[in-house]
Nanobody, 124 residues
Framework: QVQLVESGGGLVQAGGSLRLSCTASGRSFSNFIMAWFLQAPGKEREFVAANSYSGTSTYYAEFVKGRFTISRDNAKNTVYLQMNSLKLEDTGVYYC?????????????????WGKGTLVTVSS
């Protein structure tokens, strides 16, 4: 079974940048689609971005397009989320997830393994 550990969260001013990392241990990382989800305070967990097995295909939620970039390094068993031009509404806990169903990649049910999350707080 793969385990996921996120890092890189913190407090940042609106307009600033952060890079989140998620490192996997256990089973082969390259066998999984990797994604990031955001759970804002009082809201449901929502899809942010996904990256295919090889990293050649990516998909983003509309609200992060042009601002966030997902990437992965299979040699390091790590997926990243570069977040630029951060907005107040980007505040929340960011979760890394691993799955195998690209067709349903925006759904939480498409992912079998989740990290514990890392908190991002964007201030004005």
């Amino acid at each position: 079974q793969v385990q996921l550990v996120e890092s890189g969260g913190g407090l940042v001013q609106a307009g600033g940048s952060l890079r989140l990392s998620c490192t996997a241990s256990g089973r082969s990382f390259s066998n999984f689609i990797m994604a990031w989800f955001l759970q804002a305070p009082g809201k449901e967990r929502e899809f942010v971005a996904a990256n295919s097995y090889s990293g050649t295909s990516t998909y983003y939620a509309e609200f992060v397009k042009g601002r966030f970039t997902i990437s992965r390094d299979n040699a390091k068993n790590t997926v990243y989320l570069q977040m630029n031009s951060l907005k107040l509404e980007d505040t929340g806990v960011y979760y890394c997830a691993a799955g195998s169903n690209w067709h349903d990649k925006v759904l939480t049910t498409a992912y079998d393994v989740w990290g514990k999350g890392t908190l991002v707080t964007v201030s004005s």
